[in-house]
Structures are given as structure tokens and as C-alpha cells.
């Protein structure tokens, strides 16, 4: 099994640009989410989803989207990007509510 | 502010000393999991309790749950250089659509040889 994977790894956006992390696994799990994580700092919830076509809000969703059309994929989107969200971002799954098994994260700069 | 808090935020102990982190919660959870990141990589799962359970233990590993003060516990016996990360508790949180998962702001641990 690949678990949960992420690209790109790296992404440099200007203030503006729109663009999609992707996120995929391949376990099975029914539950997905999205976390970034600033400098020093612990992570936060964007958007989860506990299966598929079903999506909900985190602490911080503004200025992202997400859909889960498949068990496997989650995507987030960046709407239009800004300084702020430059972070490095997290995809998370797990089968239950047990721990959950995370990707290698991208890190998104914002100029 | 997120639901986990954490203390300290940093801890700096010689190997073979044991380390203790703190992690306190404002709301009912399901379950509280620890997470440890080494540096610039994923999060790893490291135990998890259940929210009718007082302690944990996993190998060097020992957790402690007080609901009532709603506050956990890690505590790392005997700690290697190799145990030098970051440790988040995660709580779990059930809600009308299931359930999130919730991260605090995390300890940072260094073990000197």
C-alpha cells in the first residue's frame, strides 16, 4: 500500500492564483481530512469528510473548498491565494475513529 | 484557540530521564490520541484512550485521561536521543455529521545525549 499520499510537495503561488493539493489513499478509510501547520505550530482542521459526497468545516475553512466525489481522493482548493496561507498542509485518513495515518505534506509559499 | 492545549511547549532532558507533557481539552471528546512528528515530516500515531479510560500503556509509553479535569498526560520512560520530535494530543469530537479530530499546539522534545 502507497497510504496516504500528497502532491505536489512543494508549490510557489502568487497572491491570486488559484490551485489544488491533491490528496489520495488507498486503504480504504472513509474518513479524510485536511490540517496545515505554521511555523512552530500545531496543526489545524480545514475541511474533513467522513465518506464520500459528504464534507464538512474545520477551524479555519475560509479560502479553501473541498468535494469527495471517491473514497480515495480528497482535494482541496485554494480559491484565490493570499500571503496567509502559506503553510505547509497535511492530508489525513483513517478507517474509524482511531488514529489516523497522515501524508508527507505540501508546502505552499504565497508571494 | 484550538482545543488542545499543551505544556510545555518545550522540554530539554539528558537520555535516560523520563519526560512528561501535558495536554488539556475545553470539550467532551470520544477518545484522545498522541501524535509525534519528527522534523518537517507527517505525524505518526503513538496510543490512543478511550474517554472511559484512566491510563494507557504502550512499550515506553504510558498515558493518563482525567475527564473531569479534562486533561491527559504522555509520559516517555527511559527517553533515547531518538525520541527528539514534536508531540500533539489529538481529541476526538463527535458531532451531528460523525465525528473531527482536533489537533493542540503541540511539545517540543529534546534529548541530549
Known amino acids: 500500500n502507497a497510504g496516504v499520499t500528497q502532491t505536489p510537495k512543494f508549490q510557489v503561488l502568487k497572491t491570486g492564483q488559484s490551485m489544488t493539493l491533491q490528496c489520495a489513499q488507498d486503504?480504504?478509510?472513509?474518513?479524510m481530512s485536511w490540517y496545515r501547520q505554521d511555523p512552530g505550530m500545531g496543526l489545524r482542521l480545514i475541511h474533513y469528510?467522513?465518506?464520500?459526497?459528504?464534507?464538512d468545516q474545520g477551524e479555519v475553512p475560509n479560502g479553501y473548498n473541498v468535494s469527495r466525489s471517491t473514497t480515495e481522493d480528497f482535494p482541496l482548493r485554494l480559491l484565490s491565494a493570499a500571503p496567509s496561507q502559506t503553510s505547509v498542509y497535511f492530508c489525513?485518513?483513517?478507517?474509524?475513529?482511531?488514529?489516523?495515518?497522515f501524508g508527507p505534506g505540501t508546502r505552499l509559499t504565497v508571494l | 484557540s484550538q482545543q488542545g492545549e499543551e505544556d510545555p511547549q518545550a522540554l530539554s532532558i539528558q537520555e535516560g530521564e523520563n519526560a512528561t507533557m501535558n495536554c488539556s481539552y475545553k470539550?467532551?471528546?470520544?477518545?484522545l490520541q498522541w501524535y509525534r512528528q519528527n522534523s518537517g515530516r507527517g505525524l505518526v500515531h503513538l496510543i490512543l484512550?478511550?474517554?472511559?479510560?484512566r491510563e494507557k500503556h504502550s512499550g515506553r509509553l504510558r498515558v493518563t485521561l482525567d475527564t473531569s479535569k479534562k486533561s491527559s498526560s504522555l509520559l516517555i520512560t527511559a527517553s533515547r536521543a531518538a525520541d527528539t520530535a514534536s508531540y500533539f494530543c489529538?481529541?476526538?469530537?463527535?458531532?451531528?455529521?460523525?465525528?473531527?479530530?482536533?489537533f493542540g499546539a503541540g511539545t517540543r522534545l529534546f534529548v541530549k545525549a
Open positions: 489525513a485518513s483513517s478507517f474509524d475513529r482511531s488514529g489516523q495515518f
Open positions: 486503504m480504504n478509510h472513509e474518513y
Open positions: 469528510s467522513v465518506g464520500a459526497g459528504i464534507t
Open positions: 470539550t467532551s471528546i470520544n477518545n
Open positions: 484512550i478511550r474517554s472511559n479510560e
Open positions: 489529538a481529541t476526538v469530537i463527535l458531532n451531528t455529521g460523525g465525528f473531527k479530530t482536533i
